[in-house]
């Protein structure tokens, strides 16, 4: 079965770094797009970072400048790094697997990792 497991959320201070791993399995990683999403209490999901399996990536413009994607094939896993975190960033961080084939989609969802940014 296909898994996505995020780790390395946590408490951080304003400021402050985090990196965020997915590990997957169960997929082609090397033929997927990846990418983070978030949610907030109350707060729509929306798109942080992406990164096709070419390795081009794309961001959202509240983070761009701040967090980074990349990804390792030998590793089957997908990190952001996270710096100059501010309370904002606040939020669970799902990790998502996707792509197109003859316009058949798959898409994969991790479990999710909180990520809170306060002093």
């Known amino acids: 079965q296909v898994q996505l497991v995020e780790s390395g959320g946590g408490l951080v201070q304003p400021g402050g770094s985090l990196r965020l791993s997915c590990a997957t399995s169960?997929?082609?990683?090397?033929?997927?797009?990846m990418a983070w999403y978030r949610q907030a209490p109350g707060k729509q999901r929306e798109l942080v970072a992406a990164?096709?399996?070419?390795?081009?990536?794309n961001y959202a413009d509240s983070v761009k400048g701040r967090f980074t994607i990349s990804r390792d094939s030998a590793k089957k896993t997908v990190y952001l790094q996270m710096n100059s975190l501010k309370p904002e960033d606040t939020a669970v961080y799902v990790c998502?697997?996707?792509?197109?084939?003859?316009?058949?989609?798959?898409?994969?969802w991790g479990q999710g990792t909180q990520v809170t940014v306060s002093s």
């Open positions: 998502n697997a996707n792509m197109v084939v003859d316009s058949i989609r798959r898409n994969y």
């Open positions: 169960g997929i082609s990683f090397g033929i997927y797009a």
């Open positions: 990164i096709t399996s070419g390795g081009s990536t």
